[in-house]
């Protein structure tokens, strides 16, 4: 599976971006994770072909994952943003009961949040 990540930039805090990810095929876990400067990488939002969510508890009620089964793509839509949102954003994709460390990674994606 291959991963095409896109909408990372620089925004001020308080702003929004929205970041997308298209598959080249259906699968059935999608989602994004960030790493931060020295930091490790870290789940923010996932989403299944069902359209259950989960997300880090650091961006909920300000971040949203939606995703278009037909075209195989996830998007995070990104409100309030934050400077600790500041990181690089990947893209994520894996089956049933594969981890995500054992899926497929897209290219990240950095989002800078000014203060």
């Known amino acids: 599976v291959q991963l095409q990540a896109s909408g990372g930039g620089l925004v001020q805090a308080g702003g929004s971006l929205r970041l997308s990810c298209a598959a080249s095929?259906?699968?059935?876990?999608m989602g994004w994770y960030r790493q931060g400067p020295e930091k490790q990488r870290d789940m923010v939002a996932t989403?299944?072909?069902?359209?259950?969510?989960s997300y880090a508890d650091s961006v909920k009620g300000r971040f949203t994952i939606s995703k278009d089964n037909a075209e195989n793509t996830v998007y995070l839509q990104m409100n309030s943003l934050k400077p600790e949102d500041t990181a690089v954003y990947y893209c994520?994709?894996?089956?049933?009961?594969?981890?995500?460390?054992?899926?497929?990674w897209g290219q990240g994606t950095l989002v800078t949040v000014s203060s």
């Open positions: 994520n994709a894996r089956p049933v009961g594969v981890s995500s460390a054992r899926g497929y």
């Open positions: 095929r259906s699968i059935f876990f």
């Open positions: 989403i299944t072909s069902g359209g259950s969510t």
